[in-house]
């Protein structure tokens, strides 16, 4: 990776303006790896509120209750006690099962890596951000908008494995769509394994994909199936179908994952005025209604087993009925969505998303509302970090930079303020007559290197020397960083042992057909 992309630069006569007309890439530091949220969470409810919330999820589940598609789910969840009638899917629960039920929930776990220093620990006071997921299609300033590839896919990857504020990969940063579907999970899978040494997800689209990606994960760390049941070395999103449904592939998703002690993150997809009630209050009872009937499924399929509680409510554009992000109504149910996992004593999962078409200020500034309701609610895993544009439709190469900058602000404002001695700097205040300057100070000298975050994109020179320099946006910079770090990028070494087994289970399985395509 890339320590520099130097920019058109000034003249000699203008570098001693602001800046130094340099666009600076991410230096791969331990630093951003193993981050926590020190800062006390923000309720945007009181503790009454909350309850009714609670109370308002728990009233739908035993009256309204969740339609769970799959047959063998629902005798599951028959032994365990809920309200299963022969001939419907319908499924009720009485509030006391499901509160008893997530007690077994781990309040707080590690994500297994290939490489144990990638190691994700989930839940209390953690913080670790994934990638863009699941797009279908992907852009950058020089081929603009573009179906999905394996070229593109491949090429996100590596820059996931660039940034070591990028913790893992979310799924597929964008979908190859040039690769059929039945053996797709197969080449990606393969693909994540060996050009990052960080943990990944798999799709829960059928058991078949669930269980090549278990596969593929066990035999990337290079361990036995007993050591793979004991350490979680693979996460899956189960989406509700909301309203009040899970599907058959969502369901298969929970039953091959949690018996295997592998993390579910539970998430209801509550878009206000379309898929849940307009209110964000209503949304946020269908939300957590949801997310409980999944989160207790998982305990019933084995207690213990690693599950988060995923929040994703937002609100449409009610002129267009289109999904907007990063607007006031998603920070307050990402607020509220902290709180009501704080109550339960699970995880929490939620996203850095906006609604923009372009990287552009909208792209930015619903990002960063995104990003500071997520760090003030308290969210443990994030999301979609990195790379999302278009409501999820498309990942960008560009915004991939801008949010690496975004969340490496969001880490080092996150760093506690040192108020050590030293850094109290009394010495330095003494060595300063008024209307002195410090630039010169013993104590200034020691640490302007380091002193404050660099950042990747943000340009302050004066305007005469940026103009000079190119006048260069950040649309620009960020285009110049991410071909600088593709270019430089290295792969991890994978033991040439444990490389021939995945290829050899790839090839096997590709010849056997893969998965099937009628989920």
Request: hydrophobic share 40%; aromatic share 8%; net charge negative.
């Amino acid at each position: 990776m890339s320590d520099e992309v130097t920019a058109r630069t000034a003249s000699p006569r203008r570098r001693a303006g602001r800046g130094s007309g340099t666009v600076r890439a991410a230096t791969s530091t331990v630093k951003y790896r193993s981050l926590k949220n020190r800062l006390p969470p923000t309720p945007v409810v009181s503790e009454d509120e909350l309850e009714s919330i609670h109370n308002a999820s728990l009233t739908v589940l035993e009256e309204l209750g969740i339609d769970f598609m799959h047959p063998d789910a629902r005798a599951i969840l028959k032994k365990a006690g809920a309200d299963v009638k022969e001939g419907s899917e319908r499924v009720r629960f009485d509030r006391n099962l499901i509160l008893e039920t997530i007690k077994t929930c781990p309040s707080e776990f590690t994500l297994h890596a290939r490489n144990p220093e990638r190691n994700i620990r989930i839940g209390g006071k953690n913080l670790a951000f994934a990638q863009v997921a699941s797009p279908p299609n992907c852009s950058d300033m020089q081929g603009g908008r573009r179906a999905g590839n394996q070229k593109d896919f491949r090429d996100l990857v590596k820059l996931a494995q660039c940034h070591d504020i990028i913790h893992c990969t979310g799924g597929y940063p964008v979908e190859p769509t040039d690769i059929h579907a039945s053996v797709r999970h197969l080449d990606c899978l393969s693909d994540i394994a060996k050009l990052t040494d960080k943990a990944f997800h798999v799709y829960s689209l059928g058991k078949e994909r669930n269980q090549d990606g278990m596969e593929i994960a066990r035999i990337a760390r290079g361990i036995s199936h007993e050591q793979f049941e004991a350490e979680p070395s693979l996460f899956t999103i189960i989406n509700s179908n909301s309203p009040r449904k899970l599907d058959t592939p969502m369901l298969q998703g929970i039953m091959e994952m949690s018996s295997r002690n592998q993390i579910v993150m539970l998430t209801p997809f509550t878009l206000a005025g379309a898929m849940a009630p307009v209110t964000i209050a209503g949304a946020l009872v269908q939300q957590n209604a949801e997310a409980l009937a999944g989160i207790a499924f998982t305990q019933m399929v084995r207690p213990g087993a690693p599950v988060v509680y995923g929040g994703f409510t937002s609100n449409v554009d009610m002129k267009t009925g289109a999904p907007a992000f990063g607007t006031p109504e998603y920070m307050k149910a990402v607020l509220a969505g902290g709180q009501l996992c704080r109550k339960y004593g699970v995880p929490y999962r939620t996203s850095n998303v906006n609604a923009a078409n372009t990287v552009d200020a909208q792209a930015a500034y619903e990002s960063v509302f995104s990003l500071w309701a997520l760090t003030q609610g308290g969210g443990n895993f994030i999301m979609h970090s990195a790379g999302w544009l278009e409501g999820g439709l498309t990942a960008s190469f560009e915004k991939f930079i801008l949010d690496c900058d975004l969340l490496q602000m969001v880490a080092e404002f996150l760093t506690p303020l040192d108020v050590s001695e030293p850094a109290l700097a009394l010495d330095a205040i003494r060595d300063v007559e008024p209307g002195g300057h410090y630039f010169g100070t013993a104590h200034t000298l020691e640490r302007f290197e380091n002193a404050f975050y660099s950042p990747l994109i943000s340009d302050w020179r004066n305007f005469e020397t940026w103009q000079e320099g190119g006048s260069p946006t950040a649309y620009q910079k960020a285009n110049a960083i991410w071909q600088k770090e593709l270019a430089e990028y290295e792969r991890p070494a994978m033991d040439p042992a444990i490389e021939e087994e995945l290829d050899a289970f790839v090839s096997r399985r590709k010849a056997e057909g893969g998965a099937p395509t009628d989920f």
